[in-house]
């Protein structure tokens, strides 16, 4: 079975400070991969996915991930943090179905002005 | 185009008692998916329909059900209500021409079991 492990549940940065969120999948087979970010009270948005073309992948707001087979991870980051990125992250995995998404725990971030 | 939409925003019901929730999926998409947020943590999955059929299947009791029509809507139901079914409910809506199916969430229904 597919599940995705997020190392941190709380990340504090200051505003102008390299962001680092660290996602670690579980897979016999290069899978989807996926963030997402929700912010208080709503859904969940798409910030980017990998689907085995290029292994750098940039996203929505200045985000961006490296997916590293060898590592098993999938860390998203952003070279200066906003306040307007404070929210909860989620990395996802599906596998080449499609059929069921397995979401980390989340990791909440704070940016500390 | 509308995103995903969900009713209702929130409910409350008590334990024992049945409660529906509605979704209706970005226009063209086939599939929608049921999630279960727990306060603080990550969506679980429930259920994935696509064309009506279910596709897949979380490890949820029997009392958890679904069903999707033909305009792609589709319905969650969850019967004899407990008190840790409280929660976020998403549904996601996905079309699976798209490669790596990504999800697009709706905004979710609270649920409040007391």
Known sequence: AQSVTQLGSHVSVSEGALVLLRCNYSSSVPPYLFWYVQYPNQGLQLLLKYTSAATLVKGINGFEAEFKKSETSFHLTKPSAHMSDAAEYFCAVSDFTGNQFYFGTGTSLTVIP | ?114
């Open chain 2, 1 to 114: 185009d509308a995103g995903v939409t969900q009713s209702p925003t929130h409910l409350i019901k008590t334990r024992g008692q049945q409660v529906t929730l509605r979704c209706s999926p970005i226009s063209g998409h086939k599939s929608v998916s049921w999630y279960q947020q727990v306060l603080g943590q990550g969506p679980q999955f429930i259920f994935q329909y696509y064309e009506k059929e279910e596709r897949g299947r979380g490890n949820f009791p029997d009392r958890f059900s679904a069903r999707q029509f033909p305009n792609y809507s589709s319905e969650l139901n969850v019967n004899a209500l407990l008190l840790g079914d409280s929660a976020l409910y998403l549904c996601a809506s996905s079309s699976p021409g798209t490669l790596g199916y990504e999800q697009y969430f709706g905004p979710g229904t609270r649920l409040t079991v007391t």
